[in-house]
């Protein structure tokens, strides 16, 4: 496990001493054309050569070591197939003799997309420039600069604070427009993922420290909006120039100018392709052809495993989520449980000047997030000195002293001479529908006067419960060559071997969400995993003779071979023959590796803030596997201290805590079962 973990590190991908002794001979028996003619020429003749050439295991090393030098390490097999393949350029055999240009995209482009950067004072990001080549012609055909500075930088987008600080800062999330265009579409925080601050506020000079990834963490995110918008795209490579970051991309998933290729349909739909299969090989001549061959005839059975799972979603809902007051007004009141009432009108009395018979608007917008949740709407009261006129999206739903409905001035006398109070309570819920609500309060003011008016919305805060059943077995379920083998519904099993056991489980009880909001929902089942054994082909396969096996694992020793074979006239012979294994040679126990660590600023960012400023120590230290070179020396990065040396290192427990740690910060803190 500890070689493992390493070269899971350093990007090795190496073979174990018996699968590169057995894949180099088969690449070397390949690569070497004098082999074939040899063993044509007889034993006699391949014999005396075999003896003055290197032997298999020393040439099978050979292979094996030419070949990891060009694919052990992930930039080298970038370099060698990765990239020259996606670009159109020659790649060459692993011994070098032969080269081929590869056709494995339908455009080629050197430079897909470009991202330059350049840090502030401040810290922030204060200029990034982005240039795309759209059409993959190789020329950039687009550039556009962000109209924000960059202070802290997530996997899928980015956050914009005042410069040089954590205050006041805006989330963006990477998209596409209709035009294919990268956009920015400002988001809560927590849409975002793996934020971390960049700016002066966590640290000095961290884009420059760390510009590698900062640079690869911004680049990052606009791919992955590009690539999810367009799966036509495929990046081959990413190649960092100073402040720039470049990646090699094409045209790989479909020649095809529409981007909604129906190849990609069933990543959203992964239980569809069993039914399409089915459908379509049953309308293919070629695979019916197939079919009813000699080679396709003949009938298994293949276990299929499958989940019907039940998925609850538990969400807290504020106030705000249902209604908000996005602008206008100067004041929003709440109970904090289930009523909010918006303020809107004049600051203080006698405070508004009409110079005669002037109209004064007072504009407040609401945004309704859900409609359904408003369980009331009023306008309890509103006042006003002299004249006023309430209107929701331009309608008019109240006035005062008259019926002054008109845009115009007021039907009579501007001068009331007081303040006048009215308590309409009329119901405006049915105009506060999802979206932005302008609510307009008129007054006419003759010389001097005041206005208010107060909207009151109810509203439902019970906890948001989502549900949905999740079925991957529809399409085996609908096979009529697959049955039932085996089921077990919340851990009780009601199938075993196609039969049905008779077990039923009960009603199950469960807790979902969050100590803030908590569910507890009782149902029939919440898991079924299931297993389908479907038999495919359709003509009978004859059993297959075991007998001669048997006889030769019942017959044979360590140094004879013993086997017997019967004819096609029914007769047998049995024959034997001296056997002997080759001795294998030693290999060490494991691949050596090191353990180091180097430290690291706790700039990650979340809704509450940067969790370096939550902690006593803001720096923790990031650990790193390396593979020991020749001389059993450590190759450790720059700024990185050893921590284990060099050995047969078995970190699995300490992997183990900590991935179960990860999982259990995740998991929701309740409890899960009731105890009667």
């Not at 003011?445 to 005041?450: L, P, Q, Y």
Request: charged content about 15%; glycine content about 8%; proline content about 5%.
């Amino acid at each position: 496990m500890a070689s493992t973990a390493a070269l899971a590190h350093s990007g090795a991908v190496p073979l174990s001493a018996a699968q590169a002794r057995v894949a180099a001979v088969l690449v070397t028996l390949w690569q070497s054309h004098r082999v074939w003619p040899l063993l044509l020429a007889g034993s006699a003749l391949v014999l005396p050569l075999l003896a003055q050439a290197q032997s298999v295991e020393d040439r099978a090393r050979a292979a094996a070591t030419a070949s990891r030098a060009k694919t052990s390490e992930s930039d080298t097999l970038q370099k060698n197939y990765v990239t020259p393949g996606m670009s159109g350029q020659p790649v060459a055999t692993v011994d070098g003799s032969k080269t081929f240009t590869p056709t494995i995209a339908c455009q080629k482009s050197a430079n897909l997309l470009e991202v330059l950067i350049q840090p502030s004072a401040t810290g922030d990001i204060g200029l990034v420039r982005i240039s795309r080549d759209k059409n993959l012609d190789g020329r950039f055909d687009s550039s556009v600069t962000l109209p924000v500075p960059v202070s802290g930088i997530c996997a899928n987008g980015f956050i914009s604070c005042n410069p040089g600080t954590w205050d006041q800062c805006r989330s963006f999330r990477w998209d596409l427009d209709s035009a294919g265009e990268l956009k920015l579409t400002q988001v809560d925080m927590p849409e975002l993922a793996g934020c971390t601050c960049v700016n002066n506020s966590c640290g000095s000079n961290l884009v420059f420290g760390n510009l590698e990834t900062v640079l690869k963490d911004l680049g990052g995110g606009m791919v992955g909006a590009l690539t999810t918008a367009d799966p036509r795209i495929g990046i081959a490579e990413a190649r960092i120039n100073g402040p720039v970051i470049d990646y090699v991309g094409a045209q790989t998933t479909a020649c095809s100018s529409n981007p909604a290729l129906a190849e990609t349909g069933y990543r959203s739909n992964p239980t569809a392709i069993q039914g399409d299969a089915f459908a379509q090989s049953a309308t293919s001549r070629v695979f019916q052809a197939l079919a009813s061959s000699p080679a396709g005839s003949g009938k298994a059975e293949q276990k299929r495993a499958c989940t019907v799972t039940r998925e609850v979603s538990v969400h807290e809902v504020r106030v705000d989520d249902v209604i908000a007051r996005t602008s206008g007004g100067y004041a929003t009141v709440s109970d904090g449980v289930s009523n909010v009432d918006f303020l809107m009108g004049s600051p203080a009395d006698n405070s508004l000047r009409g110079g005669g018979c002037g109209l004064i608007d007072f504009r407040m917008t609401l945004h309704v997030g859900d409609a359904t949740r408003i369980t009331a709407a009023t306008l309890p009261t509103f006042s006003a000195d002299d004249w006023a006129q309430v209107r929701i999206d331009g309608n008019v739903i109240a006035f005062g002293p008259g019926a002054w409905t008109g845009l115009g001035f007021p039907p009579g006398n501007c001068e009331m001479n007081h303040t006048t109070s009215y308590s309409p309570g009329i119901d405006i819920k049915p105009w506060l529908t999802n979206g932005d609500h302008e609510v307009w309060l008129r007054v006419a003011v003759a010389d001097r006067g005041d206005a208010f008016a107060q909207i009151h919305v109810a509203v439902d805060t019970s906890c948001s419960v989502t549900e949905r059943i999740v079925d991957l077995c529809s399409g085996y379920a609908a096979d009529p060559q697959c049955h039932l083998a085996d089921e077990d519904v919340d851990g009780v099993t009601t199938f075993h071997n196609g039969v049905a056991t008779g077990l039923r489980p009960l009603a199950q009880t469960r807790l979902f969400g969050s100590a803030a909001c908590t569910m507890q929902m009782t149902r029939p089942f919440f898991e079924r995993d299931r297993t389908y054994a479907c038999v495919i082909d359709s003509a009978a396969l004859p059993a297959p003779d075991l007998s001669r096996g048997a006889y030769i694992i019942d017959h044979s020793t360590e140094t004879l071979l013993a086997d017997r074979q019967t004819a096609k006239d029914g007769s047998v012979t049995t024959t034997t023959r001296g056997f002997g294994m080759p001795t294998e040679a030693s290999v060490a126990a494991c691949e050596p590796i090191c353990k180091t660590r180097a430290p690291k600023a706790n700039t990650a960012a979340a809704p509450d803030g940067v969790v370096g400023s939550r902690q006593n120590v803001p720096t923790g230290y990031d650990t790193f596997y390396h593979a020991c070179d020749a001389a059993n020396q450590c190759l450790a990065g720059p700024g990185e201290e050893v921590v284990s040396a060099c050995g047969c290192l078995d970190d699995f427990p300490e992997a183990v805590v900590m991935m179960q740690t990860v999982r259990l910060a995740g998991a929701d803190m309740v409890c899960t079962s009731a105890v009667p």
